[in-house]
């Protein structure tokens, strides 16, 4: 049973950071791959990033990289969004999913099958 959680959202100025985690209640987490999303008022759902189950491949939407990294810790069945230089556009809800290892790490939603209930980020201008 896979059961993520989000934490770590709020508001902060532009230019700030904000490190969001998904915490996963199961006993698979270090067999899954772990994406995240975002939703911004009046817009789809858009990928943000993701990271392979082992922590060794991640990939990153155009908009953020560079400026977002994902990470995870196995032990603790902990992944992570370390999110820099944040800017008024990255306002959204943020939400975190997760894929079996058995298929590679994905930019498309419909690839994931585990969702968490999503964290509010916004950022001030």
């Known amino acids: 049973q896979v059961e993520l959680v989000e934490s770590g959202g709020g508001l902060v100025q532009a230019g700030g950071s904000l490190r969001l985690s998904c915490a996963d209640s199961?006993?698979?987490?270090?067999?899954?791959?772990i994406g995240w999303f975002r939703q911004a008022p009046g817009k789809e759902r858009e990928f943000v990033g993701a990271?392979?189950?082992?922590?060794?491949?991640?990939y990153y939407a155009d908009s953020v990289k560079g400026r977002f990294t994902c990470s995870r810790d196995n032990a603790k069945n902990m992944a992570y969004l370390q999110m820099n230089s944040l800017k008024p556009e990255d306002t959204a809800v943020y939400y975190c999913?997760?894929?079996?290892?058995?298929?590679?790490?994905?930019?498309?939603?419909?690839?994931?099958?585990?969702w968490g209930q999503g964290t509010q980020v916004i950022v001030s201008s």
């Open positions: 199961g006993r698979t987490f270090s067999t899954l791959n």
């Open positions: 990271i392979s189950f082992t922590g060794a491949t991640t």
């Open positions: 999913a997760s894929r079996p290892r058995d298929y590679l790490i994905s930019d498309l939603e419909r690839e994931y099958n585990n």
